[in-house]
Nanobody
Framework: QVQLVESGGGLVQPGGSLRLSCAAS????????MAWYRQAPGKEREFVTS???????NRADAVKGRFTISRDNAKNTVYLQMNSLKPEDTAVYYC?????????????????WGQGTQVTVSS
């Protein structure tokens, strides 16, 4: 069973920075896409940014120029560097991944979510 564990959330002042990490564990052959989503109070979960196993990235307009996603394939870990944070970035941030596992001699692509980490931007 594959698990994702996020870390790095917390309280930061507007204009500040935070770096989130998400490490995958389990019997993983490789991980395809990895991504970050967020959910603010009273709102639906929304896409923030993603990265393929080859390093191609995609970002929501709201975070372009401020957030950067990266990954370390050897460590099965994805990062989110968040700069110039705004109060509207306050949310629970969730890690998402497509790990490939071996099941009955077949490569199976799973979809896994992390438990979420709180990011609060406030003075």
């Amino acid at each position: 069973q594959v698990q994702l564990v996020e870390s790095g959330g917390g309280l930061v002042q507007p204009g500040g920075s935070l770096r989130l990490s998400c490490a995958a564990s389990g019997s993983i052959i490789e991980i395809n896409d990895m991504a970050w989503y967020r959910q603010a109070p009273g709102k639906e979960r929304e896409f923030v940014t993603s990265i393929t196993k080859f390093g191609a990235t995609n970002r929501a307009d709201a975070v372009k120029g401020r957030f950067t996603i990266s990954r370390d394939n050897a460590k099965n870990t994805v990062y989110l560097q968040m700069n110039s944070l705004k109060p509207e970035d306050t949310a629970v941030y969730y890690c998402w991944a497509q790990p490939v596992v071996l099941r009955n001699s077949r490569r199976i692509i799973n979809v896994v979510w992390g438990q979420g980490t709180q990011v609060t931007v406030s003075s």
